[in-house]
């Protein structure tokens, strides 16, 4: 086996629990991995880390109007690690990339115990769909074993990146839904950084219907 | 002219319009072959490299190589574009206004490279001492194929030697149009007829160059990255001329010299005339037990405090980051004062200006500046000389960094190391030998 970082050999490490279950085996090695930064302690909200209590962003999203978004579970910091492995999974299109994150990602998830619920997908726009070739989101949810359920669609631009957080805050919705569902839904998308882009579709969700609404990200 | 000419595009690199255009032949970006796959782009066959990825412009599952995609995703189901070469390039006259003098050592590998590129020669290695002079030697060359209309890449594997070259080109020639290329290079246009530029950059090119000069060809990555070499021979036209530069050619060359399949040229004159300074192995039983517990010997701390006393600087080579950081410290109980750089170092650039500057007066560093950097007078220290990472190459090149100002062209070269390796004495023994051919010329 090889990592899917750096391409170098793992000496696999043959426990019970490997031997029984193959998934269980990492596709990372040792010294690719330790790169990335667990989150503790997360804010018990939005996962964000050195925060012991609700973090203020959280806080402040609850006064202004009651936060559609129940929590959010991210799985490694977004440090300068984990920037360089974004650029080359999602700008750069290496979509196999995601595998070195698989067995970590799936252990989280089976944390969480949301597996009853669905599992929705920040839509792309088509543009940026024809340039990377993939889904960012549907990707992690393949990579969990699951099935997506598309009830989005994006109607704005994904241009966002660069303007000041307050501007992000009150732009308008950039999607529109597909179908209501009224059941848990798990909104799924690689990074969360302010959280404006989960709760904008959160909070779509939540209007047509749906009881709860949390998310899961690879980095916070 | 042609902004196309040699230049191997992806599919969404080009325009609908373009795609469809005769300027291009399409060839297929990765190839079935009997056993596994090629990426034609940068000629990776391991399966490993390759990834497979649903994709939504085709919907298809498709391949795609994982190993040359910094420089864009190469899929298997869209061709590679390979715009035509055939493209008159100007004629330019008079092209050299450098008025400086070759030294009769430098004239001998000009006149070899002339030889090769009138003759059309496939190949020939300048193999030149650290110090020689090896840029200016490739002005006459240069300035021939310039004149008879050829196209010229002059590549490196390490994008600061790019940076360097570059301007001091453009004074020698000042007339032609000349196109640093790098990663984050602030030109733009790679259709000149003179391209200087880091060898990941010709995974953009195909039978684009007439001459292809690949300096310090025996570097970090382009030596053991399989795929740049592949790139390398693809950017060169069928039937150009490849010049080598190097001062520490790896066995495959020397091998490939021993046979007589690589003409060579030896010049193993240093541009001032003197010889290089020769290694001291200095022997350290003790040194593994004191790095151990971060400590250095106390023969080695006092060669250093001395050192420091004399009019010249001190480099000091490290096998890893670490190692400066602690050392550093262990001088700074002895109240010296050293900088460090490192490869991931923001700040190394200014580091090193501010050191040939002679704002500091000792340098802690590890490999990577082991080529490509000049220091006027400085004296060269190797603590754990033996560790792996001082191959034969990297200690002659480190050597090198001595006496190479015709002020003082001398300099003290100290390998501290707890047992002699097969690096250290055939670095050594190398230095010697060049002196000794150099003696004769
Ligand atoms: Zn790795
Ligand atoms: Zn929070
Ligand atoms: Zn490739
Ligand atoms: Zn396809």
């Known amino acids: ?220 | 002219m042609n902004p196309h000419a040699g230049k191997l595009y992806l599919h969404h690199e080009l325009s609908p319009d373009e795609r469809t255009s005769p300027t291009f032949t399409k060839i297929p970006s990765i190839e079935k072959l009997r056993f596994g796959y090629r990426c034609n782009r940068c000629g990776k066959q391991k399966t490993y490299r390759f990834g497979n990825m649903p994709h939504s412009t085709c919907g298809q599952n498709c391949r795609y190589c994982r190993h040359c995609i910094q420089m864009g995703r190469v899929m298997e189901c869209e061709p590679l574009y390979s715009g035509s070469s055939y493209v008159e390039w100007p004629r330019y006259e008079d092209v050299l206004q450098w008025d400086g003098q070759l030294t009769v050592a430098q004239q001998r590998g000009a006149d070899a490279i002339v030889h090769a590129m009138t003759k059309g020669e496939a190949e020939l290695l300048v193999w030149a001492v650290c110090g020689a002079g090896k840029t200016e030697m490739l002005f006459p060359g240069l300035a021939f194929s310039l004149e008879s209309g050829k196209r010229v890449c002059l590549a490196t594997p390490r994008a600061d030697v790019v940076r360097e070259l570059v301007p001091r080109l453009r004074v020698a020639f000042p007339d032609v149009v000349i196109q640093g290329l790098y990663g984050d290079s602030p030109d733009k246009g790679t259709d000149a007829s003179f391209i200087v530029a880091t060898t990941h950059q010709l995974l953009r090119y195909a039978s684009a160059f007439d001459v292809m000069i690949i300096d310090e060809m025996d570097a970090f990555p382009f030596h053991h990255e399989e795929s740049l070499q592949f790139a390398a021979k693809r950017a060169a036209k069928p039937g150009a001329t490849r010049i080598y530069l190097t001062a520490t050619p790896r066995k495959k060359e020397k091998w490939r010299v021993r046979l007589k399949k690589l003409p060579v040229i030896f010049i193993p004159k240093r541009f001032h005339g003197h010889p290089l300074p020769v290694p001291k192995l200095q022997l350290n039983p003790t040194l593994p037990y004191h790095m151990k517990r971060k400590q250095l010997p106390a023969s080695i701390v006092n060669a250093i405090v001395e050192q420091q006393q004399t009019a010249r600087q001190l480099l000091v080579f490290l096998p890893s980051v670490q190692m400066t950081e602690w050392v550093a410290e262990v001088l700074e109980s002895h109240s010296l004062h050293a900088e460090q750089v490192h490869a991931g170092d923001p700040e190394r650039i200014e580091k090193v200006t501010s050191f040939r500057e002679k704002k500091a007066s000792l340098l802690l560093t590890t490999t990577i500046l082991e080529r490509g950097v000049t220091f006027p007078s400085v004296d060269v220290f190797v603590i754990d000389a033996g560790h792996q990472v001082f191959d034969e190459a990297a200690l002659v090149q480190i050597a090198g960094r001595a006496g190479r100002s015709p002020d003082d062209p001398d300099g003290d070269v100290s390998f501290y190391h707890a047992g002699k390796t097969n690096a250290m004495l055939d670095a050594h023994d190398s230095i010697v030998k060049m002196n000794k051919l150099g003696k004769g010329r």
């Open chain 1, 1 to 220: 086996m090889r990592c899917y970082v750096c391409f170098e050999e793992i000496l696999p490490e043959v426990t019970w629990s490997t031997f029984l279950l193959p998934q269980k085996v990492k596709k990372i090695c040792y010294g690719c991995e330790r790169q990335f930064e667990h989150i503790v302690p997360a804010c018990p909200k939005c996962g964000r880390p050195d925060s012991t209590g609700l973090c203020f962003d959280c806080e402040r999203w609850g006064m202004e109007q009651e936060d559609p978004l129940e929590q959010n579970v991210a799985l490694y910091q977004y440090n300068d690690f984990a920037k360089d492995w974004v650029a080359r999974w999602k700008y750069r299109g290496d979509y196999e990339l995601l595998q070195s994150l698989e067995c970590q990602l799936r252990s989280l998830f089976q944390k969480t115990e949301w597996d009853t619920y669905a599992l929705v997908p920040v839509p792309l726009s088509g543009g940026r769909l024809v340039e990377r070739g993939f889904n960012q989101s549907e990707a992690i949810i393949q990579s969990l074993g699951q099935k997506s359920t598309n009830l989005l669609r994006r109607t704005g631009t994904e241009k966002q990146s660069k303007k000041q957080r307050r501007a992000r805050v009150a732009s308008s919705n950039p999607f529109s839904m597909i179908d209501p569902i009224y059941t848990p839904v798990v909104l799924v998308d690689d990074i969360y950084t302010t959280g404006t882009t989960i709760r904008h579709a959160a909070s779509l969700l939540k209007q047509s219907g749906c009881p709860q609404v949390f998310s899961l990200t690879l980095f916070r």
